[in-house]
Structure formats: C-alpha cells, structure tokens
C-alpha cells in the first residue's frame, strides 16, 4: 500500500513538473528573424550570418536548453517518428549560460553554422531571399511551440514581431537583441509614453515611492521611541541603585583580563604580573634599604655609676708608707664617676 503511495506522489510530482515546464516553454516565442546578413551584426569571429532571435515573453526566468528549431515543413507530419523528427532539427546544447533566458529578454541564434564556433551556433538551414518556414518545438520534439512564415527578404531586412502581427523591417531599423520597433536613439521620455500612455505605471511607481518612505520613517521613529525609553529606564535604574558594584565587576574584570594576557604572553611562572611590577617592587626594597642602613637614636641617655677611687684620701697622704688598715674599717664614701654609653 505504501509503495502504491509513493508510485501515486511519484506520478503526480512528475507531472506537475512537466506542466510547470511545458508552460515556462509556451512563454517562449520567435521574435525576430534575419536571413540575409550582409551588414548586421557579426559573430564571435567576425562572419555575418542569418539569425533568429528567440523572446522571453514572461517575467521569469526560463532555460531554452534542450528545444528545438527547424526550417523543415515535413516535421508537421503526426506521423513521424520521434528520431526521424529530431533528425530534422537543429537542438539548442546544454552549457551555455545565456540560454538561461531572463524575463521580457531575446537570445540570438545563428544559422547555416556550426556548433563548433560555439553554442549559439546552430546547424539550421535558413535559405537567403526566399519565403520559408521556421518552427520552435518543446524538448521532447513533438509539442511545437511557436512557428512563422517568412517571406523573402531583401538584404539585411527583418521579419519582426509587433504585438501579435508581422512586419518587415528595413536595414536602419533592425533590432537583434532587443524589443522591436524601438529606435536606438529613442529618448526614455518617448519610451516611457509610448509603453504607458495613460500614466498608470508612473503612478503606482510614485505611490509606491511614497508608501515606501513613509514605512521607512515609521520605523525608524518606531526604534527611536523604544531606544529613548529604554534609555529613560536605564536612567531612573541608575538613581536608586548606586553602579559601584558594577564599576567593581568591571574594574575586577578588567584586572582578570589583563592577568589572563599576560599568563599567555609571559607563561605560567608570572602568576599574570607583570615584569614592570617585579622591577617596581625590587626598586621600592632597595631605596627603603638604603634610607633604614644607619642607626635609629632612640633618644634616652644611659648613665651606669663606676667606682674609679680618684677621691681616697688616705691612699694619697700615706702614699709613701704602707699602712694595715682595720679589717672592719670603714672607708669614706668615694664619689663615682659616671659612664656614659
């Protein structure tokens, strides 16, 4: 059952994958086509070749890879097989970045060439001055997608489209490339009337000029007004809380930082100081070393008696005699002199 699920979703994304295409491919139309070049425009190497301009009538983008151009009737045959058509057409190659079609742009495609000159150089057969046929077909080779008649053409004349019409275009105003019927030398002014007539894309392009810059002031008044209040609160904040404890866990984290580059630059030994702060310190103990080498006076003098025996009367009056003196006689008081340290 589930595998019946996913063959069913297969199915579907496949085919609505094939519509998307088959209908970015019907957005794909020839617009102009020049078979006789004599003096138009040349290609990468310098030859003059017929041409036909594809036009990209959408404004998304589309990939013509993979389709088809022929000059050949008999593929209108229903009958014919897939190859045997194919064999007829001249099928534009993968990897060539400008068949990536933008929206409202042309491609220009060369024929009676070679692919070897380079991928728009088709092998398409386009007879110079006679009537023929050129159709464009989807990448399966049977879904034809536009088709035209061109008559004979005279020298460098186009068969170009207008709107729905045809028309052929003199010399002066072939316009390979670009939108037909729009002369090089056409001022933007004249452009722009003769694509809008009645204004009414210059007006909503005004309005939404308009409409766009007043957004733009809303919002920006918008994001005013938040920052201001926010400001206001952070003000009100900072006068019932003091921000000392904030400047604290700023003034720490700087100081962790700053500990943190120094471990990086200097290793792990410098326990994140700095060489400048050892040099600073060891300065500091020598000049506190060399103002302390000298004694501290204290200030009090320290008198400590001595008996020196200067003022013995008796010695000095017997002094040529040698007198016994009493074991218990008791001398005179003899003054000490003082010692000083």
């Given at each position: 059952m589930n595998q019946l699920k996913l063959l069913l979703s297969g199915l579907l994304l496949a085919g609505s994958t094939m519509a998307v295409y088959g209908q970015g491919a019907k957005n794909i139309r020839i617009n102009e086509v020049l078979t006789n070049n004599t003096a138009s425009i040349q290609d990468e190497f310098g030859d003059r070749e017929a041409w036909i301009e594809l036009e990209n009538t959408s404004f998304s983008t589309y990939n013509v890879r993979g389709m088809y151009l022929t000059t050949d009737r008999a593929v209108l045959n229903p009958q014919m097989s897939v190859p045997e058509r194919i064999k007829r057409m001249s099928i534009i190659p993968n990897g060539e970045p400008r068949t990536q079609i933008g929206g409202r742009q042309?491609?220009?495609?060369?024929?009676?060439?070679?692919?070897?000159?380079?991928?728009?150089?088709?092998?398409?057969?386009?007879?110079?001055?006679?009537?023929?046929?050129?159709?464009?077909?989807?990448?399966?080779?049977?879904?034809?997608?536009?088709?035209?008649?061109?008559?004979?053409?005279?020298?460098?004349?186009?068969?170009?489209?207008?709107?729905?019409?045809?028309?052929?275009?003199?010399?002066?105003?072939?316009?390979?490339?670009?939108?037909?019927?729009?002369?090089?030398?056409?001022?933007?002014?004249?452009?722009?009337?003769?694509?809008?007539?009645?204004?009414?894309?210059?007006?909503?392009?005004?309005?939404?000029?308009?409409?766009?810059?007043?957004?733009?002031?809303?919002?920006?008044?918008?994001?005013?007004?938040?920052?201001?209040?926010?400001?206001?609160?952070?003000?009100?904040?900072?006068?019932?809380?003091?921000?000392?404890?904030?400047?604290?866990?700023?003034?720490m984290t700087m100081e962790v930082g700053h500990k943190t580059n120094v471990i990086l630059k200097e290793g792990l030994k410098s326990k994140g100081i700095d060489k400048e702060i050892y040099i600073a310190v060891i300065s500091m103990a020598i000049k506190q070393y060399q103002d302390d080498v000298h004694d501290v006076e204290s200030g009090v003098i320290t008198i400590k008696p001595k008996d020196t025996g200067w003022d013995y009367e008796l010695p000095q009056m017997t002094h040529f005699s040698d007198p016994v003196l009493p074991t218990n006689h008791q001398g005179p008081t003899i003054p000490t002199t003082p010692e000083i340290h």
């Open positions: 042309h491609l220009v495609f060369f024929g009676n060439s070679i692919p070897s000159k380079g991928k728009l150089h088709l092998t398409l057969r386009v007879p110079m001055s006679k009537p023929l046929w050129i159709g464009l077909y989807n990448g399966n080779a049977t879904e034809l997608i536009d088709s035209v008649s061109v008559p004979a053409l005279a020298a460098n004349q186009s068969y170009a489209r207008h709107n729905n019409s045809w028309s052929v275009k003199a010399q002066e105003n072939v316009t390979p490339g670009i939108e037909n019927f729009i002369q090089t030398d056409e001022t933007k002014d004249a452009k722009l009337k003769r694509e809008d007539p009645h204004g009414v894309g210059i007006t909503l392009l005004a309005m939404g000029i308009v409409f766009f810059c007043l957004a733009v002031l809303f919002v920006f008044f918008w994001l005013f007004g938040l920052l201001m209040r926010h400001i206001d609160t952070a003000k009100k904040v900072a006068e019932h809380q003091p921000i000392k404890p904030i400047t604290k866990t700023v003034e």
